[in-house]
C-alpha cells in the first residue's frame, strides 16, 4: 500500500503541501476542522460588510477534488501521539500515518485576561468575523433609538486595540464605514461623529514595518478620522467600555487585533515550544527525534532562521511546499532540503486609495501601495469564481462607497437583546 501523508489543517500551509504531493504515489489525507480554506488577509472586509463569507473561503473538498490521491476528512485533530504515528481526532478515532505534517495555525491570545474576549472579540475565522460584524452594524441600531446623549456617544465609539496590520485595517474601514457607507441614513445622530479608536502599546502603528512607512500609515489612519492613541496599554475591557491605566473610554464595540498563539495541538507531541507556544522546528522543518512530523505556517517556530520568518501567508506557503518536497525525498531515500524563507515583501491597506508596501528597499505609501495590495489580493485570492466576485464587489463599492454585506438577520435581534449571534 502506498505511504500515507497525513496534514493537519488546510490554510495556507497545508493546501500548499497538499497541492505539491498532486500525482505522487501517496495516499494523502487533509483534516481541519471547518469545510473551508479561508483566505485570511481579506477577513477584516467580511468583519466590516464590505465583503460576504463565500468571497474569501472555498470549500476544501471542492479545492483538492480534482487530486485524486487525497481524501479530506472534517474534524478536530485534539493530538498527535508521534511514539504511535497516529493523529487523535475529536471523538476519539485515530489516523495512523506514515508522515505527518502539521499545519493548524494560530489562535488568538489575551495575554492571560481570557475574561476580556467576551468583551473584545478577535478576527481569526469567519465565525468571528461575523460576530464583529454584527456588534458594529447594531451598535448604530441601538444608538438610534438610544435618547440619553452620553449612552449614545458610547455606542457610536468603537474601540481596536492592536497597531498591527489586521488592527489598522479594521480601524481604517469601520472608519469609512462611518464616514462614508453609513451616512445619511440615521436621524438622531450624524454616522460621520462616530468615534474610532485605535490603541497600540508600542510607540508607532505597523511595528514589523520600516519606521517611516508606520508613521505614513498613523497619518493615513488620522486622516481617515481614526484616532490613534499609541503607547498606551489596555489594563481592562468589560460590556461598557476600555480602561487604560487611570482613563477610561466608554465603547459598547471593543475588538481585540492585539495577540497571537499558536494552536495548542503544538503543545501534544512532546516537541520543544517557544514563548508563544510554537513548535520549534530544525532546518528540515521537522521536530526533534521525529523526522517523519513536520510542523510549519503560524505553529512552527525557527529560531535559527536569520532573519526572523514572518507569521505570514508567503511563509506558510514556502514552508508547505518545502515540507512536501521533504517527504518524498525521505521517501525517495534522498536528503531533506533546509528551509529558506524567500522575501516577497510586505502589504498593509489602511483604506480607499490608502496603503502601505515594502519590497526589499522599495518602500510605497498611498495610492500606488493600495493598488498593489488590491491587485496582490485579487492575484492570490483561492479560486476563479472568488476573484470575479471580489473585483465587482471593489468595482462597486470604490464607486458608490457602498458596502454589500450589511445584512444581520437573527429575527430575536433587537436593540436591548444581547448574545444572540447573526449571520448573512
Ligand atoms: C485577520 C488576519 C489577517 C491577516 N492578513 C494577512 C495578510 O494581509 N498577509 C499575510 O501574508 N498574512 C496575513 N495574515 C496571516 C496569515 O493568514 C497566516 O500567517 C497564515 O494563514 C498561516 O498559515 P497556516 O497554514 O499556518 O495557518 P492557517 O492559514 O491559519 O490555517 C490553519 C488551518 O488549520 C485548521 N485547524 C486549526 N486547528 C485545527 C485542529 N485542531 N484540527 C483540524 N484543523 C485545525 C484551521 O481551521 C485552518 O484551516 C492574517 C491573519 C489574520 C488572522
Not at 107 to 124: E, I, R, V
Not at 182 to 208: H, I, K, T
Not at 298 to 317: F, I, Q, R
Not at 328 to 356: C, E, H, W
Request: with cysteine; aromatic share 8%.
Amino acid at each position: 500500500m502506498d505511504p500515507h501523508v497525513v496534514i493537519l489543517g488546510c490554510g495556507f500551509g497545508g493546501l500548499f503541501a497538499a497541492r505539491a504531493l498532486a500525482g505522487a504515489p501517496l495516499r494523502v489525507t487533509v483534516v481541519d476542522r471547518t469545510n473551508h480554506h479561508l483566505f485570511q488577509p481579506l477577513l477584516y472586509q467580511v468583519a466590516t460588510a464590505g465583503l460576504s463569507a463565500p468571497a474569501v473561503a472555498a470549500p476544501i473538498r471542492h479545492i483538492l477534488a480534482d487530486q485524486a490521491n487525497v481524501t479530506v476528512i472534517y474534524g478536530e485533530a485534539m493530538r498527535v501521539d508521534a511514539a504511535r504515528r497516529a493523529v487523535v481526532l475529536d471523538g476519539g478515532d485515530e489516523i495512523a500515518y506514515d508522515r505527518l505534517i502539521v499545519a493548524t495555525g494560530a489562535t488568538n491570545s489575551y495575554f492571560g485576561n481570557d475574561a476580556w474576549a467576551a468583551h473584545a472579540p478577535s478576527l481569526k475565522t469567519l465565525e468571528d468575523a461575523y460576530e464583529i460584524r454584527r456588534r458594529v452594524l447594531l451598535a448604530y441600531e441601538h444608538a438610534e433609538r438610544e435618547p440619553d446623549a452620553a449612552r449614545r456617544a458610547a455606542w457610536l465609539t468603537f474601540v481596536v486595540i492592536g497597531g498591527g496590520a489586521t488592527g489598522v485595517e479594521l480601524a481604517g474601514a469601520f472608519a469609512e464605514l462611518a464616514r462614508h457607507t453609513l451616512r445619511g441614513e440615521f436621524r438622531r445622530f450624524d454616522p460621520r461623529n462616530a468615534r474610532v479608536v485605535l490603541v497600540e502599546g508600542s510607540e508607532r502603528v505597523l511595528p514589523g514595518y520600516p519606521p517611516r512607512l508606520s508613521e505614513r500609515a498613523r497619518r493615513q489612519l488620522e486622516r481617515l478620522g481614526v484616532t490613534v492613541w499609541l503607547g498606551r496599554l489596555v489594563t481592562g475591557i468589560d460590556g461598557e467600555g476600555v480602561q487604560l491605566g487611570a482613563d477610561r473610554v466608554a465603547a459598547r464595540t471593543v475588538v481585540w487585533a492585539a495577540g497571537v498563539a499558536a494552536s495548542p495541538i503544538g503543545a501534544s507531541f512532546g516537541a520543544p515550544l517557544d514563548r508563544a507556544g510554537r513548535v520549534v522546528v530544525g532546518e528540515d522543518l521537522a521536530i526533534p527525534g521525529h523526522p517523519e512530523v513536520m510542523v510549519i505556517g503560524d505553529l512552527a517556530a525557527l529560531p535559527w532562521h536569520s532573519p526572523a520568518v514572518p507569521g505570514t501567508a508567503p511563509a506558510a506557503k514556502q514552508m508547505g511546499r518545502l515540507a512536501a518536497l521533504n517527504v518524498l525525498n525521505s521517501l525517495r531515500n534522498k536528503q531533506s532540503r533546509p528551509f529558506r524563507y524567500k522575501d516577497v515583501g510586505m502589504l498593509a491597506t489602511i483604506g480607499r486609495n490608502s496603503a502601505v508596501a515594502v519590497f526589499g528597499r522599495l518602500q510605497l505609501s498611498g495610492y500606488p501601495a493600495w493598488l498593489l495590495w488590491l491587485l496582490a489580493h485579487i492575484y492570490f485570492l483561492i479560486g476563479f469564481r472568488n476573484r470575479i466576485v471580489v473585483l465587482i464587489e471593489w468595482a462597486w463599492a470604490y464607486w458608490t462607497f457602498e458596502r454589500n454585506a450589511r445584512i444581520v438577520f437573527q429575527a430575536s435581534e433587537r436593540p436591548q437583546e444581547k448574545g444572540a449571534k447573526g449571520s448573512e
